[in-house]
């Protein structure tokens, strides 16, 4: 167990649960525990004034290799799994993508097993979507993004039949705290601690998700579509650190070669050992 509550200090203020960013304390009949979804961020034994809060005798296992291998082999993924860590620096022996390209078609790579580990800017993105990604967007002049816009994304047969619909799904979604120079993006076995991770799922696949998150706290995930795939990915997952579900939109969906009867998650790394260790206790473990 990361952490414990011990019962007999515990006054029952309620701090714990109401500050733990993993939701991972929980209440019942009046007494507090924490669940399988700790990640030893320690924020529950700052917001205890009893010190009834203590490390147990083990930690999270945030290995990215094993995790990585136990997801594929519990849930029967056949495709590869996206790490995603912000930074305003390259990591080093990273190498920029020098683009352009979309943020979606390496996913699509990475979903094939064919990506490696790159660090991704909004000057080296092909669309504006990048900013919603949290890392900016490239730069062009006045004509070439009114071109580009009339082309691909306005107007009858486009994603958005004027101009004034563009943005209007970005109140659904929060805002990033700044954004960032770039990300790494790669395969999870090859990035160490990501912020956010994202695969392709089947309904039954995200139904054992959901499953594994709701068994100790009752949460469900929630799902978007109708927005671009980088909005609907990465914001709630990052900024709330709550996992979601969607179909993604018809560039991304095309770009990163998701199949008919998939849809992407996106799950906040910190939360992934816990949903592991619960898929093991759910009804499907029986399958």
């Known amino acids: 167990m990361s952490f414990f509550i011990n019962q007999e200090l515990c006054v029952e203020c309620g701090g714990c ?40 005798k083990t930690k999270t296992d945030f290995d990215n290799q094993k995790i990585d291998q136990a997801l594929k082999n519990k849930l029967s993924l056949k495709r590869g799994i996206v790490a995603m860590k912000f930074s305003d620096k390259a990591p080093e022996g990273i190498p920029f993508e020098e683009g352009p390209h979309f943020w979606c078609a390496i996913c699509g790579d990475i979903f094939e097993g064919k990506g490696t580990p790159v660090y991704f800017t909004g000057r080296a993105s092909a669309c504006g979507g990048s900013i919603m990604a949290g890392i900016g967007t490239p730069q062009s002049d006045s004509e070439e993004f009114k071109a580009a816009m009339d082309a691909f994304v306005v107007g009858e047969g486009k994603l958005f039949i004027s101009n004034e619909f563009i943005s209007k799904g970005r109140e659904f979604f929060p805002l990033f705290p700044k954004q960032f120079i770039g990300a790494l993006l790669g395969p999870l076995e090859q990035v160490k601690m990501p912020d956010i ?91």
């Open 17 to 56: 649960f109401s500050n733990c960013p993993n939701g991972a304390v929980l209440k019942n009949r009046g007494a507090y525990s924490v669940s399988a979804m700790c990640s030893d961020c320690g924020t529950c034994i700052h917001c205890c004034p009893v010190g009834a809060i203590k490390q147990g």
């Open 197 to 287: 991770i994202y695969f392709p799922v089947t309904p039954h696949q995200m139904a054992m998700i959901s499953t594994a998150y709701a068994l100790e706290t009752g949460n469900i995930i929630s799902g978007f579509t109708g927005a671009p795939m980088c909005i609907q990915t990465i914001p709630v997952p990052f900024v709330e650190n709550k996992p979601v579900f969607n179909t993604g939109d018809w560039g991304g969906r095309t770009r990163s070669g998701l199949k008919e009867d998939e849809m992407l998650v996106s799950i906040p790394y910190k939360l992934v050992p816990g949903i592991l260790s619960n898929l093991d206790r759910t009804s499907y473990a029986n399958e």
